[in-house]
Structures are given as structure tokens and as C-alpha cells.
């Protein structure tokens, strides 16, 4: 079965930054295959796409609001992705998911991943 921890979350004033690992476990010999991603759901929303990269690392998407802020990267010798968070606002407020896609293409909608993180808590205060 395949396990994805978070972890990396907590409390930031505005301006700083964070760094969320999701750790993989569980046929890791597969981790490289596939896509990798970031969602995150804010208080009264819905879930939504942050960021994604393939499986070598080298192509990234980024969900508009976050793009020149946050950066996606992964360990496949570790079977772990990052997302470095800086510039942080209040509105990046959210529980964060990682997410691994069901092919190797980098995907920005919740039905292309099959495998989540329970998620880790990000405040951003102002």
C-alpha cells in the first residue's frame, strides 16, 4: 500500500517561508514513474491545485497564484517531494496534501492522483 506523510507545516507571519516534505512509502521502487503534487484546501474552500512535477523533476506547473513564490522539487533517491514556500500571504492559509498522480504526467485536477497525504496545517498570519 502506498503511504504519503507530510510534514513541514505550522505557524508563519507573513513574508516568511516554509518548507513541506512528503515523505513516500510503500512499492517505492515506483516513486520515479509518476507525477508528483501539491493541493491545498483554506478554510470554506475547496481543494485546489498548487503545484506539480514530473517524474524526472525537471517539468513543474504551478497554479497561478503561487507561481514565482513557491517551488516544487523531489528526491527520487528518497522518495520525497518539497514545496519551498516563500513570500508567504494569509491567503496560502490551508491544509496542504501531497499527491501521487496515476500516470507520469504532470496533472492539475484531484482525479489524475490516486494516492493522498492526510495533509499538514500552513498558517499565515498577518
Known amino acids: 500500500q502506498v503511504q504519503l506523510v507530510e510534514s513541514g507545516g505550522g505557524l508563519v507571519q507573513a513574508g516568511g517561508s516554509l518548507r513541506l516534505s512528503c515523505a513516500v512509502s510503500?512499492?517505492?521502487?515506483?516513486?520515479?514513474?509518476?507525477?508528483m503534487a501539491w493541493f491545498r484546501q483554506g478554510p470554506g474552500k475547496e481543494r485546489e491545485f498548487v503545484s506539480a512535477?514530473?517524474?524526472?523533476?525537471?517539468?513543474?506547473s504551478y497554479a497561478d497564484s503561487v507561481r514565482g513564490r513557491f517551488t516544487i522539487s523531489r528526491d527520487n533517491a528518497k522518495n520525497t517531494v518539497f514545496l519551498q514556500m516563500n513570500n508567504l500571504i494569509p491567503e496560502d492559509t490551508a491544509v496542504y496534501y501531497c499527491?501521487?498522480?496515476?500516470?507520469?504526467?504532470?496533472?492539475?485536477?484531484?482525479?489524475?492522483?490516486?494516492?493522498w497525504g492526510q495533509g499538514t496545517q500552513v498558517t499565515v498570519s498577518s
Open positions: 512535477v514530473d517524474r524526472s523533476g525537471v517539468s513543474t
Open positions: 510503500g512499492y517505492t521502487f515506483f516513486f520515479s514513474i509518476y507525477a
Open positions: 499527491a501521487r498522480a496515476r500516470t507520469d504526467r504532470v496533472g492539475d485536477k484531484s482525479d489524475e492522483f490516486a494516492y
